[in-house]
């Protein structure tokens, strides 16, 4: 019993939020030397609310959630939020995010902070879920980890000797915007032949249909009786699955693409440990293995020695987790 109260006295709370294009998760965090757990959550569609009503809902949902948490006499510490978008992380303040409009220089810290009297922290999605996987999950232990997120977009987060690197205007990690091809198609950043705009999971479901429509065999074709648009990536990964050529063709080609900018990032970094999370990193050894394979072809050799590239621990938890232990860092920091 003593051991069990001594375990609740060492546990620290926090609410976290993943602020993303279709759906705003939040969670009361408890954290301890077992690990995270997510005490309560709740959810609701990122577009059924305009700015201001997004906020006040938030504001309702961190309040609950922190009354909650006092009524069992456990103290809240504080929120983290993550958005897809730039953040200046100091300030709180959202330059702008990329898939939700209206959110253009918001002040999102002082406008929670004033409402929920807890201290609030923002900062950008794949930064923390960096943090996360760094503090709590498969890179824990390591002081040098590049986190990439591959989904709609393609997101990056570095720990640098044990801490989150931002850059001087908080925009480091932009690892999808990398150039795989000077001269390709344009990318919404305004750039051309970024990673992005070939191994989104737009993009990868984009290609796949050009080419069944040209005719490609693959059991899909069947699968879909023409409305190839229709297709998703769950279809791909079962059929790669099932040995179809054309799929398994298709995850190699995205698992190359990424392995050509991960090499990079290995040769200029010279990370211990690249974790790899997202939507498209579902398809598990379908593109992991090419890009371990890609990396250790291209990157120098004494930059793989003992380099492991793993998938996240957390996944789509991995923002929300991140958000949380943000505030942990920063509260305790002080
Ligand atoms: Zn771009």
Redesign the pocket.
Known sequence: MAQEEQKLATSRYAIGVDFGGTFVKLALLRFSEKGVKIEKFSSFPTKDYQRDALSDQLVIRIIKFKAESTYKGNRVRGVGIGMPGRIDFNQGMVFDLTNVPGWKNVHLKEVLQNKVKIPVFVDNDANLMALAESKFGAARGYKHCVCVTMGTGIGGGLIINGKLYRGMNFAAGEI??MTLNENGPM???G?RG?A??YIGNRFILEEAMRQLRRGARSILREQLRNKFYNLTLEMLTQAARKKDEFSLMIWQEVGNHMGVVLADVVNFLNPEIIVIGGGVANAGALIMDPIRRVVRERAFQVSCRNLKIVPSKFREKAGIIGAGALVLTEVEKK
Request: glycine share 22%.
């Open positions: 999808g915007h990318c919404v950043c750039g970024c992005e705009r």
